[in-house]
């Protein structure tokens, strides 16, 4: 009676309340929630730093990173200074281009070439040019000087033929004027014979044809003696290119010694001096900077900082509560909460669980937890990528291992069920 007396608003009014006390019912009755563990702790890392030292060491000159800076391959760290690296360079290298012309003077007397051909390797050096026009005045000079002694002794050689041409020209006389006494003798002999004549005229004519062979032999030992001349001189001019030439090899020989040595003491200062510049050997991110000071002094083989590469793989080491050990096992997904990057939305990276200890652990404080260790997964690394996120050692992390779903009932229930059970085990 009341009811059929109530206004049908009340009545509207009681229907919805009912309704929604029904479907609220429902709602922590059916509806999943997912449940999840919360584990805190930092970033590690996984693979091995890379640890950058410097061999020799010296007096920081420049510092061009700082803690935390992100660098690629190839790019300044630390520039050091070495007063005594750069002198012994500036003496080899001083030496090396002495050498280098050197050689390749030798190189070109030893061929007989007009010019000298020098190496490409010293075209950026200091003084390059001086050195070569010394090495270019030294080959003009001597190959003068050879040249010089060679035309003199060719003009000796000349000097000699024109006396054998000359002395055979008198002997050839001589000769033509013995063939003439003899006839001249056979003609006188034959009136001797018919006794038309004495014997006065052919005596005289014997005394000169005596006389003439006598000049005539005196003649071609001269000109023997002229020949030998010859020969000697032109012994001489061999001797000299000979002599030359052996002299220039054991030059060269020498020189290129020389300059073996002087390149394999250069090359090893020179990759000294590149050191000097200390560069990244990776992409990365820099860590455990021991340097602050510049004029600061560097011991040999000291550790100067470390990078973390690009392409390593973070881990998150956690403190998982002994309470969620039931429901946290290896293997679950996670989310991942970075508090460091400072952004006002709250970015969520995709994790997973890849190792809990098996038996608990105490804090410093003496509180109980199980070691967790979780991973970013790929996706989550193309997020940290996507938003130019960087994972540093040490950043705090929270982990969030999702265990699974339960109702609002459940969640309400729990602590009575979890009660009526101890009680039933007690009895």
């Known amino acids: 009676m009341i009811l ?18 029904g479907v609220f019912g429902l709602w922590i009755g059916l509806a ?9 702790g930092k970033v590690s890392v996984i693979s091995n730093k890379k640890t950058i030292q410097h061999l020799e060491g010296g007096v920081i000159d420049k510092i061009y990173v700082k803690d935390g800076d992100h660098v690629k391959i190839g790019d300044p760290l630390v520039e050091i ?10 003496i080899l290298r001083s030496n090396f281009l002495q ?13 007989d070439a007009k010019t000298i051909t020098f190496s490409d390797e010293i ?9 070569k026009n010394a090495q270019i005045t030294i080959f003009n000079e001597q190959s003068k000087l050879l040249n010089d002694e060679i035309d003199i002794l060719n003009q000796r050689i000349a ?20 063939t003439s006494i003899k006839e001249e003798m056979k003609e006188w002999q034959k009136l001797f014979d018919e006794q038309l004549t004495d014997k006065v005229r052919l005596r005289e004519l014997q005394r000169e044809e005596t006389t003439l062979k006598g000049d005539l032999a005196s003649l071609n030992a001269e000109i023997a003696k002229l020949e030998v001349q010859i020969t000697e001189t032109k012994s001489q001019i061999v001797f000299r290119k000979t002599s030359f030439k052996e002299d220039i090899l054991k030059k060269l020989e020498v020189a290129k ?24 050997p990776v992409d990365g991110t820099i860590v455990e900077l021991q340097l602050h000071t510049i004029g600061g002094v560097i011991r040999p ?5 470390s990078i973390i590469p690009s392409e390593t793989d973070f881990i998150i080491e956690a403190k998982l509560k002994t309470t969620d050990i039931d429901t946290v096992s290896v293997g679950l997904d996670a989310d991942i909460r970075f508090s460091a990057f400072n952004t006002q939305q709250s970015h969520v990276i995709e994790g997973k669980v890849i190792y809990i200890s098996a038996d608990s652990l105490e804090d410093q404080r003496g509180y109980p937890y199980y070691e967790l260790k979780a991973v970013v997964t790929k996706e989550g690394m193309k997020n940290l990528q996507n938003n130019k996120f960087f994972l540093l050692p040490g950043m705090p992390a929270e982990v969030i291992i999702k265990t699974g779903e339960r109702t609002v009932l459940n969640y309400f229930l729990k602590p009575f069920t979890d009660m009526f059970k101890r009680a039933f085990n007690e009895e």
């Open 159 to 178: 000097q000699l033929q024109k006396q054998i041409s000359g002395t055979k020209a008198v002997a050839k006389a001589k000769e033509e004027r013995i």
């Open 123 to 131: 075209d950026g050096f200091e003084d390059a040019s001086m050195v």
């Open 81 to 90: 200074s070495n007063a005594m690296l750069d002198s012994q360079m500036q």
């Open 99 to 111: 050498n280098s012309t050197l050689v390749s003077r030798l190189e070109a007397q030893k061929d």
């Open 301 to 305: 083989g000291e550790k100067v900082m």
């Open 32 to 40: 999943p929630l997912h449940s999840a563990a919360v584990a805190v």
């Open 4 to 21: 059929k007396n109530e206004n049908p608003t009340i009545r509207f009014g009681i229907f919805i309340i009912f309704l929604l006390v």
């Open 257 to 280: 010694n020389d300059l073996i040595n002087v390149k394999e003491k250069y090359k090893a200062l020179k990759d000294q001096s590149n050191r000097t510049l200390l560069k990244s």
